[in-house]
């Protein structure tokens, strides 16, 4: 029974271990992030960038969307598939070196359409921007996919070169996230990792100790049966 109860704490350890490295692998970096003191989008248009980096506060100015990314329903009667949402779209913003991407989620799809009229408005000579678009991003370098249509758009739309392109650095990107709900994961992973490490080593040390205990008990047993006996002398 004892046993038993000991392969229990063994197996809720190893698995408050495993849940507790996953939340951890999803959001440690993240979290690390949030705590850094955060530049503003100002900071990014000066130059001031970097992959790593966490920027928030309003977007001055924006560009075109060079990307999106869609949901699809599958009709597998006629094997085709049919856009159903957009849940993200990509967007050329100035700053670094040059430009980054930024990429704005549904929720934010109408200041940022505003936002981008507006600022095509005022490179024409009118006023400056004042659509409301507030993120708080980190900075990442960009997905291999992305980077590839980002550096289309500057060539055809822009007139950028690959060597102009090339001088930017490696591209990156400023990515939305919900830094509060990750700091919360963040610290439920420590917690089951801690916890599961703590049956562990409590798994580990209970079952050292009954093995020294097993030894300690068979090698008595070895020395009593190896004791000689004598039978008392028939006088």
């Known amino acids: 029974?004892?046993?038993?109860?000991?392969?229990k704490i063994s197996g809720a350890g190893l698995i408050l271990l495993l849940i507790g490295t996953v939340l951890l692998g999803f959001s440690l970096r993240d979290t690390m992030i949030s705590f850094k003191t955060a530049k503003s989008f100002d900071d990014v248009l000066s130059g001031d960038v970097s992959a790593g980096d966490h920027v928030a506060g309003r977007v001055p100015y924006l560009l075109d969307s060079f990307a999106s990314m869609q949901t699809w329903t599958e009709d597998r009667a006629n094997n085709s598939r049919t856009a159903k949402k957009t849940s993200s779209r990509y967007y050329v913003l100035p700053g670094g070196r040059g430009y980054l991407g930024l990429t704005v989620h549904s929720s934010?799809?109408?200041p940022a359409g505003k936002l981008v009229?507006?600022?095509y408005g005022y490179l024409s000579g009118g006023a400056?921007?004042?659509a409301e678009l507030e993120l708080d991003t980190r900075v990442?370098?960009?997905?291999?996919?992305?980077?590839?249509?980002?550096?289309?758009t500057l060539q055809e739309d822009y007139g950028f070169s690959s060597a102009d392109i090339g001088t930017m650095g490696p591209l990156l990107m400023a990515e939305p996230r919900a830094f509060g709900t990750i700091r919360v994961f963040c610290g439920v992973g420590g917690v089951l990792f801690l916890l599961g490490a703590a049956l562990l080593v409590r798994y580990w040390r209970k079952s050292a100790a009954n093995s020294r205990r097993a030894?300690?008990?068979r090698a008595t047993q070895k020395a009593q049966a190896a004791r000689p006996s004598y039978d008392p002398e028939i006088r």
């Open 1 to 7: 029974m004892l046993g038993r109860l000991f392969n």
């Open 215 to 217: 030894r300690e008990a």
């Open 117 to 119: 009229d507006q600022t």
């Open 128 to 130: 400056a921007p004042t």
């Open 140 to 152: 990442v370098e960009m997905d291999p996919e992305l980077a590839e249509m980002f550096r289309q």
């Open 108 to 110: 934010n799809f109408s």
